[in-house]
């Protein structure tokens, strides 16, 4: 593919992310930066599995940027109560584990944040489908996702120590 072409290719692609975001609702916008989130951290692991650190990089850099300015500049906690504070937490642990696995390459720290945002992109799924069913039993789900992964501050909290996360989550890394 020559460079025009790879421009070309790039601008089609944020064009058609852009008319998909913008068409689309709120829980859908979400679920398509937590997709996005997961499709980076695969080619960050593929990058690093090649050796490619300027691909590394740059996924990782994406996968950042999404959480940053996508999914928790987004969050509503003061309407939002526990399930906003928990996404915030959520959010903010899986950007330092980002920051992480960039410094040293771990690709069990990507794998991790996969883990944590699979279940979540199942219960946002189910709140989208919920939308056409019981509204209720779907804010239900995700509220239960949002508690049973609330466990992952404590492991940060000993990998980092209090402190460390505490500026963290204060600057919204």
Known sequence: MTTSQARAASAYASVNLDSRANSSGGV????LLIEGVLDR???????????DVMQKIKH?????????DGLRAHLDVKSGGEIALNLDDLYSYCSVRLLHANSKNDVHALDEICNLLNPLLGAWITVRSGANGSADSAVQSLAD???????????MQRLYGSSAYASHSARGV
């Open 145 to 155: 996702v949002t508690r049973s992964l609330k466990s992952a501050v404590p492991s």
């Open 60 to 68: 990782l850099n994406k996968a950042l940027e999404i959480i940053g």
């Open 41 to 51: 951290i695969k080619l960050a692991k593929l990058a690093i599995a090649q050796r």
């Open 28 to 31: 859908d916008l979400v679920i």
